[in-house]
């Protein structure tokens, strides 16, 4: 599976085109408006990992593809190596980060992404709880010349907004003209007044997705972040688990789930933008939600850019090692074109 970037328009229009008459057509119910599932339903009601690996990543390494997901298992950063996106997954029964920062209290570290950088060299973004007040999470960086490790910390929030109640959720990106970017949640449910997540009691708290532009490094920050999604009351208590791709008509794709992780209301939606920095429009179809090939509470989508299909890892409640967990699931989609938006 290569990136589609290299490609000219046209190239990758007609390379579309043949990916879309070499497959068996979708059932309608398939069909989630700009993309449509295709023939590994199946695939996607086994877990691909059969423990708790929640808000999975995915990144193409040296040799192998890798995925990190939220601690869990005895570990901070949790990973796991696979052939191809598709899998088979294997899990590393070690921790990638052993040491999260004096700033964190070491033990909730959540949704991590690696990303590699212009020199070679591998970042990995993480949200950690701060040690002096564990109800704010922030967000770290890390650093390290291997995918593998071992990663050395920035010993000091890389993003925070304290005063808004944290930034969860960071997730890189990079454009086809090499500028980097770094998606992430503003965590102001966590100041919110009760309910769902401790935001569904009037007065409702914005939770917007920002976009943080950041030099060829992957760390130094270009002006300030900026908005570019916030919850609506169709999204419930929050937007969150942002990840952004260039899809291979060139269309940007932020990825995103709304509604509380543990209400079976939490999904994967996606709004497209022809810039990165927006304005994104909102999909009328969730691409995930409960009961959609028989998952429940799917959400933490992540998903590559492929030449004739997308790869999304996502997780999904599953009955795992020790009893009911998040496990990581896998299925792939292509673009339909049939862009069905609406301003949910
Ligand atoms: C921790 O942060 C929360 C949210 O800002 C705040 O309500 C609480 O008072 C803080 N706790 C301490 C001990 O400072």
Same mark, same amino acid.
């Given at each position: 599976m290569r990136l589609l970037s290299h490609l000219s328009g046209s190239a990758g229009l007609a390379s579309l085109l043949l990916a879309h008459f070499a497959e068996p057509a979708p059932t309608a119910a398939d069909v989630r408006g700009f993309f449509t599932w295709l023939d590994n339903v199946q695939q996607a009601k086994t877990p691909a990992l059969e423990l708790d690996f929640p808000d999975p990543s995915i990144v193409e390494g040296p040799n192998q593809w890798y995925a990190f997901a939220t601690a869990s298992n005895g570990k901070r950063v949790q990973y796991a190596t696979a052939p191809e996106p598709s899998g088979p997954w294997t899990y590393v029964d070690q921790d990638l980060l052993s040491d999260a920062g004096s700033w964190t209290n070491q033990v909730d570290v959540w949704a991590p992404d690696v990303r590699m950088v212009d020199d070679g060299t591998y970042v990995l973004y993480y949200t950690a709880a701060l040690a002096s007040n564990t109800s704010i999470h922030c967000l770290g960086v890390a650093t390290a010349d291997s995918i593998e490790g071992p990663y050395q910390v920035d010993d000091e929030p890389w993003h925070c907004d304290a005063d808004r109640g944290g930034s969860i959720d960071s997730s890189g990106f990079v454009d086809d003209d090499g500028s980097r970017y770094v998606a992430y949640k503003i965590d102001a449910n966590s100041l919110g007044n009760g309910g769902s997540c401790d935001n569904t009691i009037p007065p409702i708290i914005s939770t917007p997705i920002m976009l943080q532009q950041v030099a060829g490094d992957g760390i130094t920050k270009i002006g300030a972040a900026m908005e570019i999604l916030d919850r609506t009351d169709a999204d419930g208590p929050l937007v969150e688990a942002p990840n952004i791709i260039k899809s291979s008509s060139g269309t940007y794709v932020l990825f995103y789930s709304s509604h509380c992780f543990t209400s079976t209301e939490y999904n994967v939606l996606y709004a497209t933008a022809s810039n990165v920095k927006g304005p994104y429009t909102r999909? @009328?179809?969730? $691409? $995930?939600?409960?009961? !959609?090939?028989? $998952?429940?509470?799917?959400?933490?989508?992540?998903?590559?850019?492929?030449?004739?299909?997308?790869? !999304? $890892?996502?997780? @999904?409640?599953?009955?795992?090692?020790?009893?009911?967990?998040?496990? !990581?699931?896998?299925?792939?989609?292509?673009?339909?074109?049939?862009?069905?938006? @609406?301003?949910?």
């Open positions: 999909s @009328a179809n969730a $691409l $995930l939600e409960t009961d !959609m090939f028989a $998952l429940t509470s799917p959400g933490g989508g992540t998903s590559t850019v492929g030449e004739d299909r997308n790869v !999304m $890892l996502f997780h @999904a409640n599953c009955e795992g090692v020790g009893g009911s967990n998040r496990c !990581m699931y896998v299925s792939n989609f292509t673009e339909t074109g049939t862009n069905i938006l @609406a301003n949910r």
